[in-house]
């Protein structure tokens, strides 16, 4: 493995732009050694050792940071001569996946119930089938470092995830985090997004969603070192509250840190085309933001009214998965504190009333 494996973005532009650095391109270029830019950048490469944890040359970061320098007049870069490419379509089963037969009304009397890391042809097939068939994105395309898996058990195929490059900026969880855009630069490899859940409509499993989600985080991250050779420190995904509640994923020990503002990947003119969601984060590591190079207290990590975060975003936060007994308790707990955070102050939690009970607390 190289010395400067995981070389990341920035780095490789503050390389480029060193005077002898751009020497060396402009010679490159004049030398007409290089027919084409990708030509031109593998040579880059391998001058000053862009390559990444799996030994592979950072080919297309290394373009990115030639077309900046070409934009600040350092050289011209060879003329692009593109071909239309034609799309592509997802690699799918002859026929459609059976529903799963039996499946049982609780999770725990599932049998045989696992999580197939998606390798082989056949599973990536079956995965594609699924999702192109029963969720509502569709198969993707997924960008970036992916992993995807089945949902496997005695009775069918039960669903499927799909892990790939997360939010390149997110504003409530970039400040949740706590760090500036060059920390995020430099550390949001170490970032995956969960970008497909699926639990096919016909199943009907009491807590089976919950129960997968904790399954998937606690492989993912040896998976993911064992194909990309780093192990990430979070998971962000995504819940449309127009359509979920998100009660899975408190359940399974997400913390809900905010919301979307409705632009995706591709807006690049800001349309906010998309609906609204909640940002959900699972950190794979109790210390990620140490490994990240920043402070214990940067961001959001221990949630107070007043920490920039709205009432309702803060109640959500800190009672959205109090263990009730009841979905109606806890979402009366959150509207509570969500109003009272509004206006916090000590004779609050003595005066209010919960249901009927005194305090504000149903299970004082």
């Known amino acids: 493995m190289h010395a400067s494996s ?64 070409e934009s600040c007049g350092h050289f011209s870069l060879l003329a692009t001569h593109r071909k239309a490419a034609a799309p592509k379509s997802p690699r799918r089963l002859a026929n459609p996946i059976p529903p799963p037969l039996d499946v049982p009304a609780k999770a725990g009397d599932v049998q045989d119930l696992k999580l197939l890391l998606v390798q082989k042809d056949e599973q990536m097939r079956t995965w594609n089938e699924l999702m192109i068939e029963e969720h509502p994105l569709g198969a993707g395309p997924l960008v970036g470092r992916q992993l995807r898996y089945l949902i496997h058990s005695r009775h069918g195929w039960l669903g499927g995830f799909g892990f790939a490059a997360p939010a390149l900026q997110l504003s409530d969880r970039d400040k949740w985090i706590g760090w500036d855009k060059k920390q995020r630069q430099a550390y949001l490899h170490f970032v995956v997004a969960m970008n497909r859940f699926l639990l096919r409509p016909s199943v009907q499993c009491h807590n089976l969603a919950s129960k997968v989600m904790s399954m998937s985080m606690a492989i993912l991250a040896d998976d993911f070192e064992r194909k990309y050779h780093y192990r990430p420190l979070l998971i962000e995904s995504f819940v449309d509250l127009s359509h979920y509640s998100g009660t899975c994923y408190r359940a399974a020990n997400w913390i809900a840190i905010g919301k979307t503002k409705g632009r995706g990947r591709q807006d690049r003119y800001s349309k906010f085309a998309l609906t609204v969601k909640a940002i959900y984060i699972y950190p794979i590591e109790k210390d990620f933001r140490k490994q990240m190079g920043l402070a214990s207290h940067a961001g959001l990590g221990a949630l107070d009214p007043c920490d920039g975060l709205d009432g309702a975003q803060w109640a959500e936060h800190e009672f959205g998965g109090a263990p009730l007994g009841d979905a109606r308790l806890s979402k009366r707990l959150v509207s509570v504190a969500a109003a009272k955070a509004e206006v916090p102050s000590l004779q609050w939690c003595c005066q209010g009333r919960l249901g009927g009970n005194k305090g504000l607390l149903p299970y004082d």
Do not use: W
């Open 6 to 69: 995981m070389l990341i973005q920035n780095q490789i532009k503050q390389t480029l732009s060193k005077p002898t650095s751009i020497e060396f391109v402009c010679n490159l270029l004049k030398s007409k050694e290089v027919c084409h830019r990708t030509e031109l950048a593998t040579h880059v490469c391998g001058q000053f050792d862009f390559y990444d944890a799996r030994d592979q040359a950072q080919i297309s970061g290394c373009l990115k940071a030639l077309r900046e320098l």
